[in-house]
Nanobody
């Protein structure tokens, strides 16, 4: 019933920029927070950035000053502007939403399918 669809990934040179988008759709009652995680081959998934329904943000130390998370609550969409990209940013980026499905009693975390970001010369 709930679907998160990411877009905007691709291949970029070091120092370049990308903007990721994630739109949530389906029978959603409310969204409490949305964010971005990433996972490189052989490594654990890690938080990149998150934004709450109230607009507060949280960033991984490795991306502070380079990445910016934003939201459009009317469209149930979250964005990640990535500047000054480095090879170590290469990973699959996953959208996350903490939400309540219409008719459900509890909040759960939902995930998108992931979008590949590759930073290479």
């Amino acid at each position: 019933q709930v679907q998160l669809v990411e877009s905007g990934g691709g291949l970029v040179q070091p120092g370049g920029s990308l903007r990721l988008s994630c739109a949530a759709s389906g029978s959603i009652f409310s969204i409490h927070a949305m964010g971005w995680y990433r996972q490189a081959p052989g490594k654990q998934r890690e938080l990149v950035a998150a934004i709450s329904s109230g607009g507060s943000t949280n960033y991984a130390d490795s991306v502070k000053g380079r990445f910016t998370i934003s939201r459009d609550n009317a469209k149930n969409t979250v964005y990640l502007q990535m500047n000054s990209l480095k090879p170590e940013d290469t990973a699959v980026y996953y959208c996350n939403a903490d939400l309540v499905v219409a008719g459900a009693r509890y909040e759960y975390a939902y995930w998108g399918q992931g979008t590949q970001v590759t930073v290479s010369s």
